[in-house]
Structure formats: C-alpha cells, structure tokens
C-alpha cells in the first residue's frame, strides 16, 4: 500500500506541470460553457476586468457582466488618506449573455500603486477589486512581460502564462484571437487564461493590433479604444525618458503617416531616453508558409511598414521595434536599430524560411514570451538599459 501511495506522489510530481496546464485548459472551457448554457444567474462577472495603457496619464478598463446591470468603477491611490474618484459606467449588450463595460481612469499624474473597485449599483454590490503599479513619473525599474500571436493554442498560452511572475506591464504584439468576431474565442483564448494566473487584472497591457484581431468596424470591444478611435496611440513612462509608440500594420492610411510623423518629430519622443515602436507586423519577415508568401501575396501583408515606417525610424532614432505575426523568435540590428519578433505565444510555429534579410543575430523555434527590464543609469548622464530574459543588454 505505501509503495503503491509513493509511486501514485511520484507520478504526479513527474507529470504536475502538464497536469497543472491541463486543469487550467479545463476550468476556461467549462467556465464559459456554464455561461453560454444560461446556467449561472444575472448578475455575474463573465470576464474579470482587463488593464490597458491608453496613454501617459490613463489605464482603460474592460470588463462583462452576463446581464446589463447600472455599474461604477472607483479608483483611488494605495494609501490611507487617498481621495476616491468614481465614474458611473453605461454597458453594451452584445447579447442576452454578453454586456460589456469599458472605463478610462486618470489621471493617473504620478508613479504609485494604484487601487481600482468595480461595483454594481441597484443592489450596490462589489465585483472586483484589485490594485496596479503606475511609473508615469518614478526612473525605476520596469519590469513587461511581452508576447504575440497566441491565437487558437490556447494549451501552450496557458504553459507560458503561469512562468510569468514580479512583472509591472504586459504587452501583447497582435493576434490575441484567431477570429476576431468570435465571443467564445476572447473568453477562452484570452481573458480567461490572463485572468486565471491573476495577470490581466494587475498589469496594464501595452496592445497592437494584428490582423487576425483587427476590427474592421473598429469598435475593439476586448482591447483598448482610443478617445480619438485611432488605434494608433503613444505614450510616456518614467517621467519621459521611455517613449512606447504602438502602430496598427492593417491600416496602410495616410492618417497614420501624417500621425506617426507627428510623433517622432515631438519633443515627448525626441526627449526619451528609450524609443520603442510596437507593431505586428515585423518590417523584415523572414519564415512564413511558403505557398502563401509566393503565390497568394501574403509577403505584401504590412509592406508599408518596411517601405514607409523604416525610414522614419531610420531618421528619428527609434531604438527597438517590437512586433509579432511571424510565429518564432528573432533578434538582430538594422542601421542601429534593433529588431525583434516574439510571435510564439501559441499559434503553430514557422519553421520555413521565404526571406533572408542578413540582419538577425539570435533566433529560436520555440514557443515563448519575453521578459523586459527597462533598468534606468545609476549613474546620472549614463544611458537606460534594456536588459532581456536571453541575457543580451542594448543601450543607447
């Protein structure tokens, strides 16, 4: 009986991990199943509200009930004499079962934690509450964990998602879903593994869009919504000295030229220490399917960012651009600038290579996230570093 009890713990401290995954996998899927049916009563959480940066000052959150209720959020700095601020929400019924709420609060004017509570009215009830780190003013350390393309695998997103641990922000490089439309998808797939590991909740997400959760009516009811409803948009963190600029490769519009122009010529970009760009589409693609890179014109899909965009980074001193859609990793330099695709979230892997551009100095054919570190000098005068999981430090 103890040899058999001792062989049983052994199995599953050899298998915890997978079992770990699998329970997680599980828990997503009969969660949303429950709601589809109609099972759970009016007046639940269907999705835990979601963090995005929306700019310098403010963090937009998303959240669903499963019913329309009167709702508030109320916000206030983690302190004993802080003063609340509080908005009344209006909600959008998507359907019988799905009505979605989205909130911006701000300003958020300096570094600090912060506390965000979501509440129903009549009856007044508490949904959620959490709290978040801000660094809008503070040069410390500052800690993203950065991914893309986690699409349909929602298995190996689950796998990366519970390593992530002691990170400030997320950020997320495009195609979140497969199939944008799909309620089920934005439940399983997305919000409900972020919410499941508790990340979602408490780390603002830096988003971009990528083409296969781009919004053709650009509504964005999962993601961020700009004031303005461009889905480009910049912001500053550390009093200026890191600038993110996140641009949307569907949209080969003069508007988003003109803006991104506008940008990089700014004093608030031209100032910063550190200037990332952020966008799915990666300017020099290298592996993809060859048969829809040749013969179907996918090798045109964002060539404006390579043909138009690269000068521009070329000119104003971009520093590092992010971006996903490729379905592997990569890391090298182009005329000074450093280029990285981090698309291994979960989508299957691009192991077939249809271009080779020279550049890359590192590249793996694994599934992964990346950790950022943005470590500011200790010394003054000196340059912020930009430390990554793999060991490698690029500075200005």
Not at 88 to 106: F, N, P, Q
Not at 276 to 285: E, G, L, Y
Not at 342 to 354: S, T
Request: with cysteine; charged share 20%; proline share 5%.
């Amino acid at each position: 009986m103890l040899v058999t009890l001792l062989g049983l713990l052994f199995l599953i401290y050899l298998f915890f991990n997978t079992i770990a995954i699998y329970f997680a996998f599980f828990r997503i899927k009969i969660d949303n199943s429950l709601f589809d049916r109609g099972w759970i009563p009016c007046g639940v959480l269907r999705k835990q509200p979601m963090l995005y940066v929306q700019d310098t000052q403010n963090v937009q959150v998303v959240w669903e009930m499963n019913c329309a209720k009167d709702m508030k959020i109320t916000w206030y700095k983690n302190r004993p004499d802080a003063q609340e601020a509080e908005k009344a929400v209006d909600g959008l019924v998507l359907d019988s079962r799905h009505t979605l709420y989205k909130a911006t609060i701000g300003p958020l004017d300096v570094s600090d934690q912060y506390v965000y509570k979501i509440e129903t009215q009549n009856p007044k009830r508490l949904m959620a509450k959490y709290a978040f780190s801000w660094h809008a003013t503070a040069r410390e350390p500052i800690r993203i964990a950065a991914m893309a393309d986690n699409q349909f695998g929602l298995r190996t997103f689950i796998s990366l998602l519970r390593r992530i641990k002691n990170v400030d922000y997320l950020l997320h490089a495009g195609d979140a879903v497969q199939n944008y439309p799909s309620l089920r998808q934005w439940q399983t797939d997305f919000v409900g593994p972020l919410t499941y590991f508790g990340l979602g909740q408490r780390m603002p997400m830096i988003y971009a869009h990528g083409n296969h959760d781009h919004d053709p009516t650009y509504e964005y009811h999962y993601t961020r919504v700009s004031p303005s409803s461009d889905p480009w948009y910049a912001f500053s963190m550390a009093g200026g000295a890191i600038r993110f600029v996140v641009l949307d490769s569907n949209l080969d519009w003069e508007e988003q030229d003109t803006w991104l122009k506008r940008e990089l010529t700014s004093a608030a970009f031209q100032n910063a220490e550190m200037r990332v760009v952020v966008v799915h589409v990666p300017p020099f693609i290298e592996y993809w399917e060859p048969d829809g890179w040749y013969k179907k014109g996918q090798n045109k899909w964002g060539a404006f960012v390579k043909d138009r965009f690269v000068p521009l980074f070329e000119k104003y001193g971009v520093d590092l651009v992010i971006s996903g859609h490729q379905h592997n990793y990569e890391r090298g330099q182009r005329n000074g600038i450093h280029y990285t695709i981090i698309g291994g979230a979960g989508g299957d892997l691009d192991f077939e290579q249809v271009e080779d551009w020279g550049i890359y100095e590192a590249r793996s054919m694994e599934f992964h996230y990346v950790l950022l570190e943005f470590r500011p000098p200790k010394v003054q005068g000196r340059p912020w570093e930009l430390i990554w999981d793999t060991g490698i430090t690029l500075t200005r």
